[in-house]
């Protein structure tokens, strides 16, 4: 998960200078389970970051997996603790993608859906996806990790600048080529006054094909 506001992100995904990963986050509330009678599974947790900007922002974060589905429903709400509103928020989630045969693989956008998916392209059996389920407006970026096709490329470190061009929308890119990938999927959330809250659904999907990915 990527928070970023004027210019700055908060994250624990790769650090400008590699290898190291970010490390932005305070944990607030410990990570929990619990079912439902129904047989769905929830897993929530909270966290705090004063890293976007001179804002606090805290994060409850909550996965939920009903039965007998394909996907798994990851809701944030953003809770502003600071004394002034935001300026220019984003929020995305990001992954770098290792399917079957990592060099073979692709990711692409879908307008459609809001989705990025991956697959591995010599053996396109199993599909992968992330699909924002509000009315925000979605941010893609689909990597090439070794940065072919002018994307950024992410083995010489993924700087601050870099993700939040990425996580805001002043750049995107809805395909990537073959190759070793990664996909990050943005919502601009805009501002969020002190004292209220924004909340942010995203679901994370697998499936055998693509039509049943893009059902799901």
Not at 16 to 36: I, Q, W
């Amino acid at each position: 998960f990527l928070l970023g506001s004027a210019g700055k992100v908060a994250d624990n995904v790769y650090a400008s200078t590699l290898p190291g990963y970010d490390d932005d986050f305070t944990r607030e509330v410990a990570v929990s389970k619990s079912n439902d009678v129904d047989g769905s599974q929830h897993i929530r947790s909270a966290y705090l970051t004063d890293s976007v900007g001179s804002q606090q922002i805290l994060i409850h974060q909550k996965a939920s997996a009903q039965p007998n589905e394909n996907y798994v429903e990851m809701t944030y709400t953003l809770v502003n603790q600071g004394t002034s509103a935001t300026t220019s928020m984003s929020a995305g989630i990001f992954a770098d993608w290792d399917i079957t045969n990592n060099g073979q693989n692709r990711c692409i956008y879908d307008t459609t859906y809001k989705m990025i998916y991956a697959f591995d392209e010599s053996n396109p059996t199993v599909y992968f996806g992330v699909k924002l389920l509000n009315n925000q407006t979605a941010n893609p970026y689909c990597f090439n990790n070794n940065g072919a096709g002018g994307s950024i490329s992410l083995y010489d470190g993924f700087t601050d600048a870099e993700k939040f061009a990425a996580l805001s929308g002043s750049l995107t890119r809805n395909a990537s080529t073959t190759g070793e990938i990664s996909a990050l999927l943005g919502a601009t959330v805009g501002v969020i006054q002190p004292g209220d809250s924004v909340q942010i659904n995203f679901a994370i999907l697998a499936a055998n094909s693509l039509f049943a990915l893009q059902e799901s």
